[in-house]
């Protein structure tokens, strides 16, 4: 799902041309070999390995949530904060 929402940011200036695009600052994944080349591919500038430590950052407005339906709660109730 994170591929899919990666390529759509990509996308997204073909598509509804919008005035102002997000900035990919970070994406996190589970191990470190895989995030890292999704940042590479998808050209997110930085990357964390924990979910927990993105949402702890300064800076970060949008969090775009592209995991299993039935973790989006915790996530979502953790990012609000």
Known sequence: ????????YLGMPF???PEVMPVRKAIAG???KTVTKAAER?????Y???????IERKG???IDIAIPNYTHKELAIAASK
Not at 1 to 8: F, I, L, Q
Not at 48 to 54: A, D, F, I, Q, V
Request: aromatic share 18%.
């Open 60 to 62: 970060i407005d949008l």
């Open 15 to 17: 598509f509804f041309h």
């Open 1 to 8: 799902m994170g591929k899919d929402h990666s390529h759509a």
């Open 42 to 46: 998808f050209g997110w500038e930085s």
């Open 30 to 32: 589970r191990t470190e």
């Open 48 to 54: 964390e390995t924990s979910w927990g430590k993105l």
